[in-house]
């Protein structure tokens, strides 16, 4: 049985860092399929594609509850859609993180884990600002996932994100798969110290 493997044993099998990717045409991408390449590759992290798991949007909560209870990190990765994430990731927040499971007074199942995010976005850096044409900093952006994790008790980490990643070279596509092999490999690090939540 592969940790990908979407069975409610596969999901309560490993521990470390559960890596969820949103792309809805992985095909057709340059910087998260970079990402998820390099991903995939460490120890210490379940990799799990929703859109190739769940193309219907039929998403299996039980199995889906059980694969986060199984890991100490949450690390969701995703390119930025309308200043949001793409729908099915909303879809599995929404279906998944449930009240009495995620939050609410007896939803504590996610408290002490924590909440990585990994985005790519279409705009540089430079659009990211007050002043910029989207007016606001990435941070305000990702504010409503660092809310989720305030809700559901759980620790907030610094977030990736590539900018500008339509128009980056592949040789800055693999420096920046390189930042996120160093950033994914301290996140599970931290846990092996026994540091972690
Ligand atoms: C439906 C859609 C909405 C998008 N919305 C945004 C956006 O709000 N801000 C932005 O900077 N880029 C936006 N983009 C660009 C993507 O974020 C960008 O193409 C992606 O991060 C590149 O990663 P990839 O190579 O893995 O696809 C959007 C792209 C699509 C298809």
């Not at 910029?132 to 008790?153: I, K, T, W």
Request: aromatic share 10%; net charge negative; proline share 5%.
């Amino acid at each position: 049985m592969t940790p990908d493997a979407n069975t409610p044993a596969a999901a309560a099998a490993t521990s470390g860092v559960l890596l969820v990717l949103a792309h809805p045409a992985l095909e057709r991408s340059r910087a998260n399929r970079a990402l998820a390449k390099t991903a995939k590759s460490l120890p210490g992290v379940t990799f799990h594609d929703l859109y190739e798991v769940y193309p219907d949007f039929s998403i299996e909560i039980d199995v889906e509850q059980a694969r986060l209870l199984a890991h100490d990190v949450i690390a969701l990765q995703f390119p930025l859609y309308w200043f949001s994430t793409p729908s099915l990731l909303k879809e599995w927040l929404d279906l998944v993180w449930l009240h009495g499971f995620a939050y609410g007074l007896e939803g504590n199942a996610l408290a002490g884990k924590r909440l990585f995010v990994a985005c790519t976005t279409g705009a540089t850096a430079k659009a990211f600002h007050a002043h910029g044409y989207n007016r606001f900093s990435m941070d305000d952006y990702l504010r409503p996932l660092e809310q989720v994790a305030y809700q559901c008790g759980m620790v907030w980490e610094t977030p990736f994100v590539v900018h500008g990643a339509a128009v980056k070279t592949d040789e800055a596509l693999r420096a920046e798969a390189d930042r996120y092999r160093e950033r994914l490999a301290s996140l599970t690090a931290v846990q092996a110290d026994g540091l972690g939540a």
